[in-house]
C-alpha cells in the first residue's frame, strides 16, 4: 500500500470512526446531560435512542443514494450533516436541541456509513489491497464501541459533557478537507431513486428498530412495541415485493443469491447482538461493583479496541496462513467462550483477570469472523451495488445491536447478570451454525485473493 493509499484509507477509516463511537461516547455523559439540560428520565434515552432510530432506519437508502449520486459526494454530504449536527449538540440549551441534533448526526451517519465502504471497492483493487482495506475498516467499526466509551469517560470526567459533541468537529473538518484530495470519486449509477422502495425500507426500518429499543425499555408486552415491530416487519415483507418488481432496487434482491453472502449478513445482525449487550452490561458492572469512575469504566474496555486494531494490521498475513472460513469460525466460538468466562463474574471479582482475559479473547474473535464477513459480502458485490450491499451490512450491524440489547434487557430484569451473558454466547453460537451450514460452494472463491486461493486447491 503506497503512501497516498494509506492516506485514502486513514480518511475513510476516520469517517466510519466518528460515526460509529458517536453510538457510545454520550453513555457515559448522560447523567451530567440530564443535570444541565433537564432531561425527565423517560426522556433520557432519547438522546441515544435517536441516534439509533435516524442511523438506523436510512442505512438502506443511504448506500443506494450514494450508488446514484456519487459515493465521494455521499460521503462528504454526511460527514457534513454530521459534524454540523454534533456543533448543534455541543451547545444544545435544552431536551430539545439535544434530540434534534443526534437525529441529524444519524441522517448524516447514514449517508455517509455505506460510502465509506462502498469507496473501499472503487479505490482499492480486488485482492490483497482491498482485503487489507476492509479489515481496517472493519475493525475500526468493530472497535468503534469500546473506543467511544473510552472517549466519553475521559472527555466527561477532564473537560465537560458537551465536549462528546464538540470532539467530532475537528475530526469532520479534517474528514472534508482530505477528501477531494485522497478519495477517488467511484461510477455513478444512472438513474433515479426506487421511491416506493425507498419509503418502504425507511418506515419499515424505523417501525423495527423503534419496536426494539421500546420493548427494551417498556417489556415485550407493551402495546406500542409490539405494533411498531409488527408494523416494521409488514413494510419490510412489502418491501421485499417492491423490490422484486423494480428497475432500479434500494436493496437488489440479487445481492442474496450467494449462500456465503446471506450467512454473512446473518453474521452481522447475530454478532452485533452479542456484542453490544456486553457493553451495555459491562459497563454497568464495572461502575456499580467495581466502583469504577466514567474515565475507569472507558479504560477498561481498552484491551478489547486494542486487540481488535491490532489484528486487523495483520490480517493480511494470518489469512494466507489461515483459510478465512476456518478463521470466522474459530472467531465465532471465542467470542462465546468470552462472554460464558464474563458470566462467572461478580462484586468479588478483580478486573485481571476476570474482565481482562475475556475481552482479550472476544476482540480475537470479533476481529477474525467481523472481517471475514464483511470481505465475503462486499467481494465479488458488482460495482453498481456496492453502496447498496454496504447499506445493507451496516443496516444489520444496527439491528443486530438493537435487537441484542432488547433481548438481553429482558433476561436480565427477569433471570440477572449470567443468563445475560449466556443469551449473548447463544447469538454467537446461532451465527457460528449459520456459517458453517451456508459455507462457501467449492466453486466459490473466499475473500482473498485470486492467486492465494488457487494455490491452496
Known sequence: MNPRQRVTLLVIALAQLMLILDGTIVTVALPGIQEELGFSPGGLSWVMNAYMLAFGGLLLLGGRAGDILGRRRALTAGVLIFTLASLLGGFAPGPEAMIASRVLQGVGGALAGPAGLALITGNFPQGPLRDRAIAVFTSVGAAGAAIGLLAGGVLTDLVSWRWVMFVNVPIGLAILAL???????TDRV????DLAGAVTATTGSSGLVYGLVRASERGWDDGWA????????LLLTLFVQVERRAAQPVMPLG???ERSRVAGYAAMLL??????????????FVQLELGYSPMQAGLAFLPLALTILALSQLAGRILRVVRPHTAALVGMLLIPVGLVWLSRIDA?????????????????????ALVVMSMRIINGVRGDDAGAASGLLQAMQQTGGSLGLAVLVTVHASAGLTATFLTAAGFSL???LIVTVLRPRQATPEPENAATAVTRR
Open 271 to 284: 454478532l452485533p447482538a452479542a456484542m453490544m449487550g456486553t457493553f451495555f452490561f459491562l459497563t454497568q
Open 430 to 432: 446461532l451465527s457460528l
Open 179 to 185: 477528501t477531494p484530495v485522497f478519495v477517488r470519486e
Open 255 to 257: 445481492l442474496f443469491a
Open 348 to 368: 468479588t471479582t478483580s478486573y485481571f483477570p476476570g474482565v481482562f482475559v475475556p475481552l482479550v479473547i472476544m476482540g480475537v474473535g470479533a476481529a477474525a
Open 190 to 193: 444512472p438513474g433515479r431513486f
Open 226 to 233: 409490539l405494533a411498531s415491530l409488527l408494523g416494521g416487519v
